[in-house]
């Protein structure tokens, strides 16, 4: 009995030291989870001032780089057609919708047009008696007159013979005074009959006055036509070239007159992009400037256009500039007033050093400056820049390409150890 209490002495030993220990530290809980944690952070630290924190750099690389100016616009054709009525009247029918595409000479309004056709007939009556008229004058008149003029003619050469019959027997003693006044009388009467019958002929003749007062009013009654008929082709509205109608303001019944826009085409053909550019970036435009347009309803489609007007003058309310963009192959999508996206070519470089503009320090100073990764450690590096764009900036001499370079906002001071990651 004695032996088996020895044995088990150790065990209980044992167990009552790690009761001990046990009651120890969970006396002491916080107090060594506080210097466990100590220890863990003073490693770390430690860790860190070895080797140095961990740092975002950006790698010098080639490739080309191009500076735009960025702004929105609306979608417009170069000019609007507003369409009209030639005179007052009402709508009959009314043969296009807003937003239709119609062709050159198709139909769009059809006016009331009852009277206008009445004035067509009238006006072709009077045209049909004035062609009677001068058939008259050259089937009738002027043959008539020429048969007069013949008949004068003999009458007088009978005159005239006779008044020398006359004279020689008056001369003779065989006449009396009486026939001889008798055939001086007759002979007058003989030539005015004979100028008479001249002046018919000639004024019914080609360039008399008959002829030429004839062919006056068959001219006038045919111009009465062509101005009747013109106004009855007005009662029908057509679309003066192709294109798309963007306004309709008339409908069947209304009455309209000279004047009133009834509706706007906008001609197919050339689109034009019309944008307001902040006036601090007016030196940098030029005609002829490439641009890549999208559309806010389409911004992964893009296609190109070109600078074709720039405003001379500055609008003072809003410190803008207008300019214009001629797209060179338009889009169907396209609508009038739609709005755009453009970026504007100002500048480009092919193939040159590229650095993010959030590394460089003092970008606007004379003496730029970057913080470059030689062996770990940041080193001050002086750059001579060139183009420059919103996010990034050519860098002409200073640095090579794969070069790393520190961001601004990192702040860590040069000289200090780093470990560079990439973004």
Do not use: C
């Not at 050259?138 to 009978?158: D, G, H, S, Y």
């Not at 003989?190 to 002829?211: C, I, K, N």
């Not at 074709?308 to 797209?327: C, E, F, H």
């Not at 606007?364 to 450690?377: F, I």
């Amino acid at each position: 009995m004695l032996q088996i209490n020895a044995d088990l002495h150790p065990d209980i030993t044992h167990k009552r030291s790690l009761a001990a220990a046990r009651h120890f530290i969970w006396l002491h809980k916080w107090l060594l989870g506080g210097l466990a944690l100590l220890a863990v952070a003073l490693a770390l630290a430690l860790a860190r001032w070895l080797v140095g924190p961990e740092v975002v750099v950006y790698r010098v690389i080639r490739g080309d780089l191009t500076r735009t100016v960025v702004a929105s616009g609306h979608v417009e054709t170069p000019y609007r057609v507003s369409i009209g009525t030639q005179y007052t009247g009402t709508v009959a029918e009314v043969l296009v919708d807003e937003g239709q595409t119609v062709k050159r000479g198709q139909p769009l309004i059809v006016l009331e047009s009852s009277e206008l056709k009445s004035a067509v007939v009238q006006a072709q009556s009077a045209a049909a008696q004035a062609e009677a008229r001068m058939r008259q004058q050259r089937e009738f008149t002027l043959p008539a007159a020429q048969q007069a003029l013949k008949q004068a003619q003999a009458t007088l050469v009978n005159a005239q013979a006779a008044y020398q019959r006359a004279e020689q027997l008056s001369k003779a003693g065989f006449g009396t005074r009486e026939a001889l006044d008798a055939a001086t009388k007759d002979l007058d009467v003989a030539r005015t009959q004979v100028r008479t019958a001249e002046l018919s002929v000639y004024t019914a003749q080609p360039g008399g006055s008959d002829y030429v007062m004839a062919l006056t009013q068959l001219n006038q009654a045919q111009a009465n036509v062509a101005t009747a008929q013109a106004r009855l082709g007005y009662a029908t509205i057509a679309a003066p070239r192709d294109g798309t109608l963007i306004t309709r303001n008339v409908e069947r019944g209304a009455i309209v007159q000279p004047g009133n826009a009834l509706l706007v085409l906008a001609p197919a053909g050339d689109v034009q992009l019309v944008l307001q550019i902040d006036e601090k970036n007016l030196g940098l435009l030029r005609v002829g400037q490439d641009a890549v347009v999208s559309a806010d309803a389409y911004p992964d489609q893009r296609f190109d256009a070109k600078v074709s007007y720039i405003n001379p003058s500055v609008d003072i309310t809003r410190a803008s500039v207008a300019v214009k963009l001629t797209a060179t192959a338009p889009p169907h999508y396209l609508r009038q007033d739609m709005t755009v996206s453009v970026d504007i070519e100002i500048d480009k470089r092919a193939a040159t050093l590229v650095v993010p503009a959030r590394a460089v320090h003092d970008p606007t100073s004379a003496s730029p400056w970057v913080l470059v990764v030689r062996n770990g450690r940041p080193r001050e590096q002086a750059v001579r820049l060139g183009l420059r764009t919103s996010d990034q900036i050519e860098v002409l001499e200073g640095l090579v390409q794969d070069d790393l370079v520190v961001p601004v906002a990192a702040g860590v001071r040069a000289g200090q150890r780093i470990r560079p990651v990439a973004p």
